[in-house]
């Protein structure tokens, strides 16, 4: 009677088998883990961890100083209720509304004239990125000047243009269009960059074929260009208000000489205030941290709110 013959295992692979899935596995490779773990450590300590302490904090009393007092949802409470905390929101978002919209449109305008420029395309592409790596606070000091009451050069072209000086820097709505435009003036070209990138993805045989359909240059624009380029403008869109809601620098350098109250009162009549700064001068003027922390989670919940109404926008636009 035959027997069936016994197939063996090798024993290397029954021997790798299990060691694969013990923990001897992962301590072999500790260097590897050592290597990359000071990321980990760094965001823990500086992100992870403040995040959550201003959590906590949000629920307390605090000065910065003396010990703690629990207020549970009182500061919250108060928040909803607190008129300059909307009015800082009401700011805010007229500013982001003035200087993002035309630097979505000038951004995509600059990037197509860079896509079918032929020469000194990376001259174009360095002047147009400077103003993003350039210092903020000088260049709101630049822009101060510009909007000067007195001296300015903006009111210099209203009066060669025979109208009157406009106090910029003094006004609610002067205030706001002086913010406006140093933000647009600043992220116009780091956002043209990204426009550029995403046309040179799109195949040239596209437009070549449109043009022997005869499509004209708006045609193409819109039928071609626009609908390839959604993505791309959903990202500038959603990084244009992350960054536009949590403007800071930009009022508070512009106007910290407007208000000799507070570096942080976004000039006369809170007319420049933003979100970020009404928590600064929560948090730094009135040393109530607290407070200030419920303020910072209220920017938080605003931010991510217009965040999902701009990507459910351009999403229901590109479906339809």
Known sequence: MATAPVVETSPAVVS??????????????????????????????????????SLYLSFHRWDGLGSMEFAGLSQYRYLLTDGQFWSAIGNTLVIWALATFPMVFLAMVTAVLLNSAVRFKNVYRFAFFLPNVTSIVAVAIIFGSVFSTNFGLMNAVLQAAGLDQVAWLNTPWGIKVAIATLMTWQWTGYNAIIFLAGLQTIPGELYEAARMDGAGPLQTFFRITLPLMRPVLLFVLVISTVTGLQSFSEPQVL?????????????????????????????????????????????????????????????????E
């Not at 419920?294 to 990507?311: C, D, K, Q, R, T």
């Open 255 to 319: 106007l910290q000489t407007t208000d000799n109250n507070s570096s942080f009162a976004g000039g006369p009549g809170h007319a420049g205030q933003t979100m970020v700064l009404y928590f600064f001068q929560q948090t730094f003027d009135n040393n109530d941290f607290g407070y200030g922390a419920a303020v910072a989670w209220g920017i938080f919940l605003v931010v991510v709110l217009f965040s999902i109404i701009n990507w459910r926008l351009v999403q229901r636009r590109g479906e």
């Open 16 to 53: 790798a088998t299990p060691a694969t899935h013990s923990g001897k596995g992962i301590l072999s490779h500790w260097r590897l883990y050592a290597a990359i773990s000071p990321f980990y450590l760094l965001f823990l300590a500086f992100g992870l961890i403040p995040v959550g302490f």
